[in-house]
Structure formats: structure tokens, C-alpha cells
């Protein structure tokens, strides 16, 4: 295949440029998002992304509701990934009210979480194929993405926005047979995981798709400020589950997956896929580890705060999502409201740098790179 | 390095640039005028090279109070943090656009112009990003009050009917 450099290069003719409007209805926007790309023939010359059809002011939001209440707003802005959007909110809380919280709930919690990266991944894999045309692979992920929401289900009573992880606990203990449930879902799933590696990973269409398209260098996503899976494609060893660990991270054993460019480039549209997918098999690991270290007893609502009232402060708080970094700055002025909250979402960056890597390629790679940025516009509008 | 002593560095190399820090916080006030130069020497310097820009918020202290907008740094390999805050006036304030140093800023930069409407100096692209070109107000200043109508659309404010 030649290179956009190439076929610009190929012949005399000039094209006129032409703008291209994709979306805000478009099969692989992957929520409403609008893309104005500039095209000169086939090649993309610049790219403006136009978001907020979906912003409903969530900050302000969370300043007229308490912070209890604002567990269901976090959860519907990454709503593939909620328990990890409670999780995050729940510690800075937390950490502003300086509260302990039982060890039982934190290993639930990280049960959850980690079960959701999973299903979170699998979405972004299943549809990354799906936007490069192979329809099957997102049924077999649906398919092993609906045993995870089976499990949050008898959990929490919810398939998608759980309100599960509350402010100093969990809304109930886990449910009889939890444990055993999770560990046949566990030892069912890791053999899928070959099975997407024999149908799309080393598939050879979706490496010729995929491969040396839209690299990343790591000195622009950290510019850019790319965090999660989009970054450590790129080569950076950079997880903050192991860099800062967070609630009880630092007790587990497991790899932060860097990308090695092993059919193109370090950073290209294939390594952000393949980070993903080896992600799950830690994910796996994690979740099998707490599994076994799950404390047997103790009540989840032990450290639920009566009333929650942080002290009059500030706090940026940040942790790992599936898609990156999700951060929030918390003012607290003493009340049982938030002062005001600012929700930094990992995709919002993600996305913004979606012109640095995809101009000079053709319009069917931007749909490659769109889909490699794993973006949920939830969280990116607000 | 620990907090007092990137003051002390940046003190050093910027005399006068950071207000005095308050005891026992966690943040540095900075002079305006001085922002552009200080934030080129937090990513460059070797000694402190932030090259991550974790967060830029916009904070509103409530009617009649200046804005400030709140950056939080972070340096991927030296492994320390710090937060930098900024005063802005309420009516036109502007603050220099750090938009060049950490292309982060680009949308954050935008989206506080969008919700609170303090100006970046120098942006190369500044204009609303969440919300529509022609909508009224900043919805995030305490005494904001949404329009009656959008394009002739009632913008619906009595929630009783859905709550």
C-alpha cells in the first residue's frame, strides 16, 4: 500500500479541497460526534472535531445535588465503564473526608472494577472491528461482555449504571456463590481471549487496516495529554494503578502492558487494539488475586458516612479507567454540596489529538484511528 | 522534589513570580503577567520539566469575587506534582493561553472560555467547544440564569413535572 505521503506525491493532478462532514449520525462515531474533515481527494488534510451534542452541564449539576447524589450522574458519563466512574468518585470523596474504608469493600470494589475494564475493553475491541467492517468479532465480545453484566446484575440489580459503589462502602454485600460465579466466568473467558486473537488480533485484513496507521509518538501523547491504554501504546509504562497505587493496588501482582509495535510501529492504530486485549489477561489475573484474598466477613456499610460533609478544601484526585485517567478537582465549602467539581474524562484528551495522528491519512484510516481512541462521547460532552 | 522546594527553584530562577505560599497548602498563586514565562520554565527546566498537564479547571468564588483557573502539573519522569492557580477578572478577565506548552490546554483552555468565560490570550483556536456558538451566558458563573429561549425553543427550567 502506498504511503499518503506517496500518493500525493504520485501525479500532477490538484484536487480541490473538499470539507466532509462525519456525524454527527455515523456508523463509527461511536456516540454523536461530528468530525469536519478537509479532504484533498482520499487524503485527509486536517480534521476539527465538534463536540457537546451531548453535554448536559454536569458540573453544574453537581453542585445543586449532594454527593451521594452525584454517584448516578458519574456513572452515565462513561456509561461502559460506571462502576469504575463511581469508584474514582467515591475515593476522592473519600480522601477529602479523610474516611477508612473496610478492607472487604475494597476488594469488592476491585472485583468491580477490574470485571468492568474488562467488559469496557471488550466493547472497545468488538466495535473497533466492527468499524473496520468484520461484523462478527463484536458478537462473540457481546456474548462473553453479557456474562460480565450477568454478574454486576446479581450484584447490584442493574445491567449498565449500577449506583453500586458508595460514598465509604458498597450498596450490599455480595451475593451467595459471588466469589464462585466470577472464578467459572474467569476460567470460561481466558480461552476467548485466544479466540479473538485467532479471529481479529492476527487476523491479516484487519493488520493491513491497522498496522504503522495513525502512530502515536510518546513525547505528543504525553503532550496531548493521552492517558491509559491511547499512551501506553505509544511505549510509556504508565499505569496509575502501579505508578500511584490507589486503594489497594499496590497488593497485586500484574504487568502494565507497553506497546511493542510487533506488525508496525510502536503507537500505531494495532497497538492501541493489542494493549487492550493483553489488558483483559491482566485484568484476569487481578481479579483471580483478589478473589483469593477476599476477606470472608465484615459489613460493607461500617464506614458509610451518616451525613457526608467534607471539611471546607480542595482535592484533585486521579485514578485509572479503562480509557485513561479520570481525575476530578472536588471544592468543598463545608456543605453537603459540592462547591464545584470538575471532571477531567481521559477520552476528552484522547480525542483531541485525533488530528495530530490521522491528517495525511486516508478517510478510511481516521474511521481506524477513531475507533483505536476508544472514545465515549458520555463522558467527552458531560 | 517536594513542594518547597520547587518555590524555592522557580523562585530562583523567576524572582517574584509566585505570590508567597500559604502555610501548609497544597498550591502556588501566580502573577499574571508573569504566567507565560513561568509555565515555559516549569516544562523546560530539567530540573522540574512538568510535562503533563493533569487538569486546568475554572473556579468561580461566587458574584461580585474574581475567577481563577486552577492548573495541575505533573512531571512524568521526575515523578512530582504541583498546582498553580491564577487569578482572572469577572468581567473580560484573560489569562495568557498555555496552549503551546501543553497542547492539552488547546480544549481545556476552551472549554473554561466556554463555561465561565475568561479569555486565553494567544489560543490559536478560541471559541465555545460543549456548548453552541450562539448560546448566552456562561452556565458555570454562580450567578448565571439560563435564557427563557434557545432559537425560539423555551429552554425548560420547572422541573416539577419530571422529578
Given amino acids: ?382 | 522534589m517536594e513542594f518547597t522546594e520547587i518555590i524555592a527553584r522557580v523562585d530562583q530562577l523567576a524572582p517574584g513570580a509566585f505570590a508567597p505560599a500559604e502555610e501548609g497548602a497544597g498550591h502556588v498563586w501566580v502573577q499574571p503577567e508573569q504566567w507565560l514565562k513561568v509555565a515555559q520554565l516549569l516544562r523546560e527546566d530539567p530540573e522540574l520539566h512538568f510535562d503533563s498537564l493533569m487538569c486546568l479547571s475554572g473556579h468561580d468564588r461566587g458574584p461580585e469575587q474574581p475567577l481563577w483557573v486552577a492548573y495541575n502539573l505533573h512531571s512524568m519522569d521526575i515523578l512530582h506534582k504541583l498546582e498553580v492557580r491564577i487569578e482572572a477578572l469577572r468581567e473580560g478577565g484573560s489569562i495568557f493561553s498555555v496552549a503551546n506548552i501543553w497542547r492539552t490546554a488547546d480544549w481545556h483552555e476552551r472549554e473554561v472560555y466556554d463555561l465561565f468565560g475568561i479569555n486565553f490570550e494567544g489560543h490559536p483556536d478560541m471559541r465555545r467547544i460543549l456548548l453552541p456558538v450562539d448560546w448566552e451566558g456562561h452556565p458555570l458563573l454562580k450567578d448565571y440564569t439560563a435564557p427563557d429561549y434557545y432559537r425560539g425553543i423555551p429552554v425548560l427550567k420547572d422541573k416539577r413535572g419530571w422529578e
Fill in chain 1, 1 to 382: 500500500m502506498k504511503t499518503a505521503e506517496e500518493l500525493k506525491n504520485f501525479g500532477v493532478i490538484k484536487t480541490e479541497e473538499m470539507v466532509l462532514n462525519m456525524g454527527p449520525q455515523h456508523p463509527s462515531t461511536h456516540g454523536v460526534l461530528r468530525l469536519k474533515i478537509k479532504t484533498d481527494g482520499e487524503i485527509v488534510s486536517e480534521i476539527e472535531p465538534h463536540i457537546g451534542y451531548l453535554h448536559r452541564c454536569f458540573e453544574k449539576h453537581c453542585e445543586n445535588v449532594t454527593y451521594e447524589q452525584v454517584i448516578p450522574y458519574v456513572d452515565r458519563c462513561d456509561y461502559l465503564a460506571s462502576m469504575n466512574n463511581s469508584h474514582v468518585w467515591a475515593m476522592a470523596v473519600e480522601k477529602l473526608m479523610g474516611i477508612e474504608i473496610p478492607e472487604r469493600v475494597e476488594y469488592i470494589r476491585v472485583i468491580m472494577a477490574e470485571l468492568q475494564r474488562i467488559a469496557s475493553h471488550l466493547m472497545a475491541v468488538g466495535a473497533m472491528g466492527l468499524d473496520l467492517g468484520g461484523i462478527t468479532p463484536i458478537t462473540y465480545t457481546f456474548r462473553d461482555r453479557e456474562r460480565i453484566l450477568d454478574l454486576f446484575e446479581y450484584v447490584s440489580g442493574a445491567r449498565l449504571l449500577y449506583n453500586y459503589i458508595w460514598i465509604g462502602g458498597v450498596a450490599h454485600d455480595l451475593p451467595p456463590n459471588f466469589v464462585q460465579h466470577t472464578r467459572d466466568f474467569l476460567d470460561w473467558f481466558e480461552p476467548q481471549i485466544v479466540e479473538y486473537d485467532r479471529l481479529l488480533t492476527y487476523n491479516k485484513i484487519f493488520i493491513e487496516r491497522t498496522a504503522d496507521v495513525g502512530v502515536l509518538p510518546a513525547d505528543v501523547a504525553i503532550n496531548w495529554g493521552c492517558t491509559g491504554p491511547v499512551l501506553r501504546a505509544s511505549g510509556v509504562e504508565w499505569d496509575l494503578r502501579r505508578a500511584e497505587p490507589y486503594s489497594i493496588y499496590d497488593r497485586f501482582d500484574f504487568d502494565v502492558v507497553v506497546g511493542k509495535g510487533e506488525v508496525g510501529t510502536v503507537g500505531d492504530c494495532w497497538d492501541r487494539y493489542w494493549v487492550r486485549v493483553e489488558e483483559m489477561r491482566q485484568c484476569i489475573r487481578i481479579v483471580r488475586q483478589a478473589l483469593d484474598q477476599l476477606p470472608p466477613d465484615g459489613d460493607v456499610h461500617a464506614a458509610v458516612p451518616k451525613k457526608v460533609r467534607p471539611p471546607k478544601g480542595e482535592i484533585h484526585f486521579r485514578a485509572e479507567n479503562p480509557k485513561g485517567d479520570l481525575g476530578f478537582y472536588i471544592v468543598s465549602d463545608g456543605s453537603p454540596k459540592p462547591y464545584r467539581v470538575k471532571m477531567r474524562s481521559p477520552a476528552f484528551c484522547n480525542l483531541s489529538v485525533i488530528n495530530e495522528i490521522a491528517r495525511g491519512w486516508m478517510i478510511s484510516d481516521v474511521i481506524a484511528v477513531l475507533g483505536s481512541l476508544d472514545i465515549v462521547l458520555g463522558e467527552i460532552d458531560r
